[in-house]
């Protein structure tokens, strides 16, 4: 009879223990799903997150700033003011309780315009070098682009069309304006002449030519995928010997984009004839926070009898030894040529995600010579 008992007893507290535990399954706590994060500049460092999440209790968000502590949130909405200029990672949690929780995070840079600081915020160069003398500028602070620059017009044919690169854009004057003492390149979508985008080119050719010295050119470029600008140089006997027996020197490329960090990317470049064969070396340098289109940044290169050094903002990101036999393309006089491209092969099309008008906004260009 004991045992009987016993056995009864048994069956009646699984029952309870199953009983039990299907209402603790019943009443297990949800997960937060359909987490949504957006956030928007308010302008003066200002940023507003807003986010909503199904099942969430409460939230916490951190800035992503240095030694920030998380801060619960429990509404749908938060705000930060930043002050330094950087790329921020902006990390929210979504909570059911405390240990329950999804996470979304968005990275976002906060430059000179966001930030609300002087427009032409970035690197400046000096006036003046120890042992070398100013022998040519342009500021662009009067009303009209001086008379050292000429405007090449059109698609580059019947003899280069495509400009040689398959690009997309027809250049003309009207894309070129001068205010508050900025060089201003606008590139747009525009029909004519059978091309979709208009920009501008603008050569020193015939009027100023240096062979030799520190180049210096502070500028703004623009932004995203296609947009390609340069401000380089041609050999002054280009239209005797044709490229590239003239040689050329890129001051700085950028081909734009936010894959593979192009937007944050320059590169410096030469192209040469090797006895009779195309040549060309170069090299890049990436920007450590932001894109080149947040500020002004200064490009330039010293070139001397021995070498052509390509410097950011005065940090020397690559050389060329041009004393070898074969290089003497590099000892004559170049002209300069500043110009923003609009596909090509090698930034590729424009797509969905570029915008126009786009601008490439320059400074000044200097040059200097030894004494």
């Known amino acids: 009879m004991l045992k009987s008992t016993f056995y009864y007893c048994l069956v009646i507290c699984t029952i309870l223990i199953s009983s039990c535990s299907e209402n603790v399954s019943e009443e297990q706590i949800k997960l937060p799903s359909n987490l949504v994060l957006e956030v928007e500049s308010l302008g003066n460092g200002v940023v507003r997150a807003n986010f909503t999440a199904d099942n969430a209790t409460f939230f916490k968000i951190n800035f992503g700033t240095p030694g920030e502590t998380t801060q619960r949130v429990d509404g749908n909405s938060a705000s930060y003011t930043y002050k330094v200029k950087g790329d921020y990672t902006i990390t929210l949690q979504a909570h059911a309780d405390e240990q329950l929780f999804v996470v979304d995070s968005k990275t976002i840079n906060m430059n000179a315009a966001a930030l609300g600081l002087d427009p032409d915020a970035g690197f400046k160069s000096p006036e003046n070098y120890d042992g070398y003398k100013l022998v040519w500028a342009d500021e662009f602070n009067s009303s009209t682009l001086a008379d050292d620059w000429t405007f090449e017009i059109g698609d580059g044919c019947p003899a280069n069309c495509g400009w040689g690169n398959d690009e997309l854009q027809y250049y003309k004057k009207e894309n070129t304006s001068i205010s508050d003492g900025k060089l201003t390149i606008t590139a747009k979508r525009e029909s004519i002449g059978g091309k979709s985008y208009t920009s501008t080119r603008l050569i020193t050719k015939g009027k100023k030519f240096f062979t030799y010295g520190r180049i210096d050119i502070r500028a703004i470029l623009p932004k995203g ?34 894959v593979e960090d192009r937007d944050r990317t320059v590169h410096g470049t030469v192209h040469w004839d090797n006895s009779g064969n195309y040549a060309n070396y170069g090299g890049k340098t990436k920007l450590s926070t932001g894109i080149f289109n947040d500020e002004y940044h200064v490009f330039s290169i010293i070139w001397d009898k021995q070498k052509i050094v390509w410097l950011l903002d005065n940090v020397e990101y690559h050389v060329i030894d041009i004393t070898p036999s074969g290089l003497e393309e590099f000892h004559k006089p170049f002209f300069f040529i500043f110009n923003v491209a609009v596909g090509g092969r090698w930034p590729g099309n424009p797509d969905g995600n570029t915008s126009f008008p786009q601008e490439m906004k320059v400074d000044y260009v200097r040059v200097f010579q030894e004494n």
């Open 225 to 258: 995928q296609g947009m390609w600008p340069a401000l380089w140089m041609l050999g002054e006997n280009f239209s005797d010997v044709g490229w590239p027996k003239c040689g050329e020197i890129d001051i700085m490329e950028m081909v734009g984009g936010s």
